[in-house]
């Protein structure tokens, strides 16, 4: 069973810097792609990017310039930062679990954090 | 980038109505293709995963069909806890876009 869990400040400033923490609990954390996907207020889900234990990153090709997706897989922790926030970055932050062997899919999520970018 | 269209857009059905949402990729994604459901205030849940494979623990009412470019969401005898978006999303390679949602109601 894998369990995950968002923590971060609720509240960004504009042109400031988003950052979120994701701790994982399993004991399979190179089977799996670790994900941030976000969902704005009444609106669908974008995938942001993922990192796997080698070190491999993956980015969201419209968010790639302004993201960093890093992990302490020591501490079996990933992070998420998300620079130049807008507005538009409000949103829930899901860290999530993507399964990397075969067909890859998300079946973990954590509870999700809304952050609200505003000043 | 691939791009993910859904239909309808929302539905409402009855108790015991076998449902159909349908999703198209813009280009051939083989089977790489999951579906999940969203309820208010919660995560995703993962549903179907390689257009057709029963996640575990998902009531057999649910079923995926389709390859290549069109595929299908089923369930067979509509529950009252089935009210929620449903939504796709391609795993054929990054972004891993998802459907804009279906937003199913019950009657």
């Known amino acids: 069973q894998v369990q995950l869990q968002e923590s971060g400040p609720g509240l960004v400033k504009p042109s400031e810097t988003l950052s979120l923490t994701c701790t994982v609990s399993?004991?399979?954390?190179?089977?799996?792609?670790w994900t941030w996907i976000r969902q704005p207020p009444g609106e669908g889900l974008e995938w942001i990017a993922y990192?796997?234990?080698?070190?491999?990153?993956n980015y969201n090709p419209s968010l790639k310039s302004r993201v960093t997706i890093s992990a302490d897989m020591s501490k079996k922790q990933f992070f998420l930062k998300l620079n130049s926030v807008t507005a538009a970055d409000t949103a829930v932050y899901y860290c999530?679990?993507?399964?990397?062997?075969?067909?890859?899919?998300?079946?973990?999520w954590g509870q999700g954090i809304l952050v609200t970018v505003s000043s | 980038d691939i791009q993910m269209t859904q239909s309808p857009s929302s539905l409402s059905a009855s108790v015991g109505d076998r449902v159909t949402i349908t999703c198209r990729a813009s280009?051939?994604?083989?089977?790489?293709l999951n579906w999940y459901k969203q309820t208010p205030g919660k995560a995703p849940k993962l549903l179907i995963y390689?257009?057709?494979s029963l996640q575990s623990g998902v009531p057999l009412r649910f079923s995926g069909s389709g390859s290549g470019t069109d595929f299908t969401l089923t369930i067979s005898s509509l529950q009252p806890e089935d009210f929620g978006i449903y939504y796709c999303?391609?795993?054929?390679?990054?972004?891993?876009?998802f459907g804009q949602g279906t937003r199913l109601e019950i009657k």
């Open positions: 999530a679990g993507m399964f990397c062997s075969g067909w890859p899919r998300v079946d973990n």
């Open positions: 999303q391609e795993s054929f390679g990054s972004p891993y876009t």
């Open positions: 399993t004991a399979s954390i190179s089977s799996y792609y």
């Open positions: 990192i796997h234990y080698s070190g491999i990153t």
């Open positions: 390689a257009a057709s």
């Open positions: 280009q051939s994604i083989s089977m790489y």
